[in-house]
């Protein structure tokens, strides 16, 4: 057993880079971006490496208002699991509440990518399962890094025309 590693943290390899969407549309939507990621930039053993610019997209599936979202780039020694246990902490500390799915929100926090790992337990799928199909990820995502790889389904770019249809715009 590695140091640390009861918390969800091993030392005796590099940091993984991971990919964390954001998203709000409740409240002040975009001040609630900007808090996530620095408290994303404050989790314990993880660094900041980037964040896309934010941008204003309407809600698909749902209603309510526009969401203003984020792509995020971190280095952590977080395992997957305990990194998620974290995402779904700062949701709670910003007042997120499921009462159905794609209900509006205070907050939203998806891991999209952990490393090159796939990952499909009962608490978690990476790659993010709908990653490929939302405008709101890809853009900010590609914007961070236009040559990013999908494990199991290649280069992200590759997915943008797909998306081409749903409007988004930099807030």
Same mark, same amino acid.
């Given at each position: 057993? #590695?140091?640390?590693?009861?918390? %969800?943290? *091993?030392?005796? #390899?590099? &940091?993984?880079?991971?990919?964390?969407?954001? %998203?709000?549309?409740?409240?002040?939507?975009?001040? /609630?971006? !900007?808090?996530?990621?620095? !408290?994303?930039? $404050? +989790?314990?053993? #993880?660094?900041?490496?980037? !964040?896309?610019?934010? =941008?204003?997209? @309407?809600?698909?599936?749902? %209603?309510?208002?526009?969401?203003?979202?984020?792509?995020?780039?971190?280095?952590?020694?977080?395992?997957?699991?305990?990194?998620?246990? $974290?995402? !779904?902490?700062i949701e709670q500390d910003f007042g997120r509440e499921r009462p159905y799915p794609n209900a509006p929100r205070t +907050?939203? +926090? *998806?891991?999209? +990518?952990? %490393?090159?790992?796939?990952?499909?337990?009962?608490?978690?799928?990476?790659?993010?399962?709908?990653?490929? /199909?939302?405008?709101?990820?890809?853009? &900010?995502?590609?914007?961070? *890094?236009? =040559?990013?790889?999908?494990?199991?389904?290649? @280069?992200?770019?590759? =997915?943008? &025309?797909?998306?081409?249809? /749903?409007?988004?715009?930099? @807030?």
């Open positions: 057993m #590695t140091a640390g590693s009861s918390r %969800g943290v *091993d030392w005796l #390899t590099d &940091p993984v880079p991971v990919y964390i969407g954001i %998203g709000a549309n409740l409240g002040d939507a975009r001040g /609630q971006v !900007q808090r996530a990621i620095r !408290q994303l930039a $404050e +989790l314990p053993d #993880t660094s900041l490496s980037a !964040q896309s610019s934010l =941008f204003r997209t @309407a809600p698909l599936d749902a %209603g309510g208002d526009d969401y203003i979202n984020a792509v995020a780039c971190l280095a952590t020694h977080l395992g997957a699991h305990a990194l998620l246990k $974290e995402l !779904q902490r +907050l939203d +926090l *998806d891991l999209l +990518l952990y %490393g090159q790992s796939s990952i499909a337990d009962d608490a978690l799928i990476v790659p993010h399962p709908r990653m490929t /199909q939302r405008a709101f990820v890809l853009t &900010p995502l590609l914007q961070i *890094d236009p =040559f990013v790889v999908i494990p199991g389904y290649g @280069a992200a770019h590759r =997915f943008a &025309p797909q998306v081409a249809d /749903q409007i988004i715009s930099k @807030a």
